[in-house]
């Protein structure tokens, strides 16, 4: 009977977890997958477009297998206890424990999968998928463009409001020249129409505008600017020299962890402080995100467990509760990531040490009941 009770509970939960991963995975590549879609309209390959998602997708399920698996288990065993399932389990004498067997196995599997996810093959491959898009645009300039969004060369800042990616021709544009310190703008430039040239082979772009209208500063506080109407004005972009200078360093979140190991030796040989705690920060929030799923059983089970058949809808609303404040919890700690003083790499361990604690101490409660 047992043997049939665990086949049961983990069908469950195996069809819920599925359900659960295919749409937070959705979601979460969802912004992803509509640049996908303009790289195709702007003339991208389309398995350039579809390498780079599969690129990004093991670092997205590295955060959407803990929380489809804790969807789960809140579904699951919220339906078992409103269904007055577990007590009847409970009543021909199957424990707690002997019920859960099977989930505590599974989402140990899941676990050591979020492992490898989050130290290796998640950081790696997005390291790849930026490398993807710096390629698409050295290849396809024209895709960087997108109306309301900021391109930024140097001490230009450049927004569109219209483009035609077959002609390169662009409509309401406004640059902004800033000085060499970046402190201030220099100049203002607004035109109706202008268009985007291409030089493929030396990897540069002419930005000519027509008819444009020119404000000049001489200081922050100049209130009488120089204006200059309907002149035509271009900007030449090395676009090709910017990105290649801007693929030679890694981040430390594009690494896995051979290559921070190897990071952090050279560090301490240089004696860096500040950047040994950013290295073992990034590598202590990856274990601590790793672990999300046996946090989520520990603490998950017990509060399904409780549930009443009225409260059966609230499951799904604590799953996005839970798992939005661990993630945020760990996630914090890259904002203390300069700052040695604060130990950032502790820090990160408050979160699961608390759902790991307050969930064992409720399951064994539960447990002797």
Request: overall charge positive; some cysteine.
């Amino acid at each position: 009977m047992l043997k049939t009770l665990n086949f049961y509970v983990a069908k469950n939960f195996l069809f819920t977890f599925l359900m659960a991963m295919g749409v937070l995975t959705f979601g979460m590549t969802g912004a992803r997958l509509v640049k996908v879609f303009e790289y195709i309209s702007n003339g991208v390959n389309i398995s350039t477009a579809m390498l780079f998602m599969m690129y990004v997708l093991p670092i997205a399920l590295a955060f959407t297998i803990p929380w489809a698996a804790l969807v789960s288990i809140m579904l699951v065993f919220g339906r078992l206890s409103a269904d007055n399932e577990i007590t009847a389990m409970r009543a021909c004498g199957v424990s707690i424990l002997q019920v859960v067997a099977p989930i505590i196995m599974l989402t140990f599997a899941l676990t050591c999968l979020c492992l490898y996810l989050q130290l290796d093959v998640g950081p790696r491959y997005l390291g790849k998928a930026q490398v993807v898009v710096k390629s698409v645009a050295v290849d396809h300039p024209l895709a960087l463009f997108e109306p309301g969004i900021p391109i930024e060369f140097d001490n230009l800042s450049m927004y569109i409001d219209q483009k035609n990616p077959e002609t390169g021709e662009i409509k309401g544009i406004q640059v902004y020249n800033l000085s060499k310190d970046a402190k201030r703008i220099e100049q203002d430039v607004t035109a109706s129409s202008g268009k985007i040239v291409v030089d493929k082979v030396a990897q540069k772009m002419d930005i000519i505008l027509e008819n444009a209208t020119i404000i000049a500063y001489e200081n922050n506080n100049d209130e009488h600017p120089r204006r200059t109407f309907g002149k035509e004005m271009k900007f030449t972009l090395e676009y090709g020299k910017e990105f290649n200078r801007k693929r030679i360093a890694l981040r430390d979140k594009h690494l896995g962890y051979e290559g921070l190991y190897a990071r952090s030796i050279i560090e301490r040989k240089r004696n860096s402080t500040e950047r040994i705690c950013e290295i073992e920060t990034e590598l202590n929030q990856r274990v601590a995100l790793a672990l999300a799923p046996m946090a989520f059983l520990l603490l998950g089970l017990p509060m399904a467990i409780r549930t009443s058949r009225r409260e059966t809808s609230i499951g799904l609303f604590m799953s996005v509760l839970l798992a939005g404040l661990y993630f945020g919890s760990v996630l914090v700690s890259d904002s203390l990531k300069s700052t040695p003083w604060m130990f950032p790499q502790y820090i990160v361990w408050i979160p699961p040490a608390l759902y790991q604690i307050f969930g064992a101490i409720y399951i064994f409660r539960i447990a002797r009941r």
